[in-house]
């Protein structure tokens, strides 16, 4: 089906509905880091399937989500080949941006005629395979009674330290340090605006939940699995199809 014509179709139905969920992938990104000649969440696993594909296949197992919006670079060539490119809840392929922020913007805006203020959007790392569905149900349970939303994270248990501009050396306290993953899960309205606010600001973010954090809001923290990593260099594909064998 055509993807506008699949749009309409969505904004008919879902402005029907209360609270609805959509997954946002943003997946612009070209890998630097991997050495490779193809981006990273291309790359093939093991188990015969792209980093990509891997995380939709689990994520699109959730029967909460309505549909998904992919960013891709907009001179991307490999998404056309995913088997997720047909896919029923695929409701829009958006270009990309400079940041990944911007890639997330330019998602959203693809859902205006779509989603409600109070809809759950849940942005995924492309290069996050590992994800668990149980991880997933869970932040969906935990996180959609709140009025803002909150994220997957892991506690720190390794010890911190950090250098200063003169090479003095500290530990930092890590008892309430926590590592942010992915999905982050927030209101569509409140996530829209903080991103928005960011990019007026020229502010550089690294997570929604930054540019949420920053217009004031508290965010819920769900406890996620170690597992989940986010795939960086080649010995990380390793670990991820250790990751995925013990699934």
């Not at 996050?128 to 803002?148: A, F, G, T």
């Not at 991103?195 to 690294?206: D, P, R």
Request: aromatic share 8%; with cysteine; glycine share 4%.
């Amino acid at each position: 089906m055509n993807l506008d014509l699949k749009k309409q179709n969505y904004s008919l139905y879902w402005h029907l509905k209360k609270d609805q969920y959509f997954l946002v992938i943003p997946a612009s990104g070209i890998g630097q880091r991997m050495n490779s000649n193809i981006p990273k969440q291309y790359l093939h696993l093991e188990n015969g399937l792209t980093i990509i594909d891997q995380c939709l296949q689990v994520l699109l197992e959730n029967e909460s989500i309505s549909g998904f919006v992919i960013a891709v670079d907009k001179k991307d060539t490999h998404f056309k080949s995913s088997i997720y490119s047909s896919h029923s809840k695929l409701i829009s392929i958006v270009n990309g941006g400079k940041e990944r922020f911007h890639s997330v913007l330019n998602a959203l805006n693809s859902l205006n005629e779509i989603a409600q203020p109070n809809d759950w959007i849940l942005v995924h790392d492309s290069v996050r395979p590992c994800i668990k569905k149980n991880d997933i149900d869970k932040l969906i349970e935990e996180v959609s009674d709140d009025d803002v939303g909150g994220i997957l994270s892991t506690k720190v248990f390794d010890t911190l330290k950090q250098k200063d501009t003169d090479g003095l050396v500290s530990t930092i306290d890590r008892t309430k340090l926590h590592l942010a993953q992915t999905p982050q899960m927030f209101r569509f309205g409140i996530l829209k605006k903080a991103i928005e606010k960011v990019i007026e600001l020229n502010m550089h973010i690294t997570d929604e939940s930054e540019a949420i954090e920053f217009l004031g809001y508290s965010i819920k923290i769900v406890n996620g699995s170690s597992s989940n990593i986010k795939i960086t260099t080649q010995e990380d594909i390793s670990l991820a199809n250790y990751f995925l064998r013990e699934l």
